[in-house]
């Protein structure tokens, strides 16, 4: 059963003239150890990536350029929308949920930090 809920996390901003600098660190702002970065990027604008869900992994998805949309889908059966399209403001996804990311603008680069490696042997995934 699920306990913990998908929620929007705020990274620590440093604003600057030059240019401004968020970060994450250790467990001090994802709600978990991070064991896998990756990127998405070169999608073109109103594509979809398709549905995943993970019975253990945890997921922090954010956008580092352009904006995308992010249909959570719960076990209950409920299906919450996030529109990111801020650099410091990561969507936190507990295991256990569905997740569709659809892409809202051209040259969208997002990030994806997991909680577990991929092993394509685990039976992590549920599809």
């Known amino acids: 059963?699920?306990?913990?809920?998908?929620?929007?996390?705020?990274?620590?901003?440093?604003?600057?003239?030059?240019?401004?600098?968020?970060?994450?660190?250790?467990?001090?702002?994802?709600?978990?150890?991070?064991?896998?970065?990756?990127?998405?990027?070169?999608?073109?604008?109103?594509?979809?990536?398709?549905?995943?869900?993970?019975?253990?992994?945890?997921q922090l998805i954010f956008p580092l350029a352009g904006a995308v949309e992010v249909i959570v889908s719960g076990q209950d059966n409920t299906t919450t929308t996030f529109n990111l399209f801020k650099a410091y403001q990561g969507l936190y996804i507990p295991a256990g949920y569905t997740v569709t990311i659809h892409c809202r603008a051209t040259n969208s680069v997002i990030v994806i930090l997991s909680s577990t490696i991929d092993d394509p042997d685990s039976p992590d995934t549920l599809f």
């Open 1 to 58: 059963m699920e306990t913990e809920k998908p929620r929007l996390i705020s990274f620590p901003r440093i604003n600057d003239p030059r240019g401004n600098l968020s970060f994450i660190q250790d467990k001090d702002q994802a709600p978990f150890e991070i064991k896998r970065v990756e990127w998405i990027y070169d999608f073109p604008a109103d594509s979809n990536i398709l549905p995943r869900a993970y019975r253990y992994k945890h």
